[in-house]
């Protein structure tokens, strides 16, 4: 079905937005599962009677880092650069209730059309701000700090230009609570260009951050398109991360860290 515009329903809609094909698509594995299309594209998936299966696989490993952080069920406070049809801020408030989550989202009408096509939890605090991820960001600079930070920007296959400078991941790591991390998805061709360019900025805003790839391994190893989830920790990455990515999968799957991480992003150069 073709989706049309709600009311607004979002915490600023300021924003101005150019008109784009928004749709649900019905799951064929699920009859409460929905995939939202944007121009034709896929973006995110839903599924409106459990907010704990995650389809993507790359959704599906930022799911077992946001499991991995602190206790079980513990309260996170989580900002998302990037809406989408708002599966990560369901999937935290369904696994730690009394989270506090701030989603940023440039298209005030997609927001609009997804909170008014499948709602949020009730009772859920989960704010959305329409706006631009970079000015966002440097506006809550100096504010209350977030466990997790979630960049996950795209206009259909393509991220902006300022994902991949020093300026924006500094201002998303400055942005963290002691022992939190940035999680960033990145969707690369073959061979790895776009990870290193954005592993490349985590580096050069903070070199003592630690960082750490997961992805299918027909991907991280560069033979594949596809993608692949880059952790960023500035004070340290929690300790059995990276084998928990590795068991939980989707498989095939790779982690890289530490040594093995810089040889398969800077060796071959």
Excluded: K
Aim: aromatic share 4%.
């Amino acid at each position: 079905m073709v989706a049309h515009s709600s009311p607004d329903l979002c915490d600023d809609a300021s924003v101005p937005t150019s008109p784009r094909r928004i749709e649900f698509e019905t799951d064929v594995f699920s009859s409460t599962g929905f995939t939202l299309l944007v121009d034709d594209v896929a973006q995110s998936h839903v599924d409106a009677a459990d907010a704990t299966r995650l389809f993507f696989e790359y959704v599906r490993r930022i799911g077992h880092v946001v499991d991995a952080m602190g206790l079980p069920g513990e309260p996170l406070r989580a900002l998302h650069l990037g809406g989408g049809a708002m599966t990560l801020p369901r999937y935290i408030e369904a696994t730690r209730p009394d989270s506090a989550q701030l989603v940023v989202e440039i298209d005030g009408e997609l927001a609009r059309i997804v909170r008014h096509r499948l709602p949020l939890p009730a009772g859920a605090d989960i704010a959305v701000r329409v706006g631009d991820a970079a000015s966002v960001v440097g506006e809550l600079a100096g504010g209350a700090p977030f466990d997790l930070v979630i960049v996950d920007l795209y206009d259909r296959l393509e991220a902006p230009a300022f994902v991949e400078t020093a300026a924006f991941m500094g201002g998303c790591l400055e942005l963290l609570a002691d022992r939190g991390l940035l999680v960033v998805n990145v969707a690369d061709a073959a061979g790895l260009a776009r990870l290193r360019a954005q592993a490349r900025a985590i580096a050069r805003a903070d070199p003592s951050a630690e960082l750490l790839v997961a992805g299918d391994a027909n991907v991280v190893s560069g033979a594949e398109e596809g993608n692949t989830v880059l952790v960023a920790a500035p004070r340290g990455m929690s300790g059995g991360l990276d084998e928990r990515l590795a068991a939980l999968g989707p498989h095939p799957a790779a982690v890289l860290e530490g040594d093995r991480l810089d040889f398969a992003l800077w060796g071959a150069c």
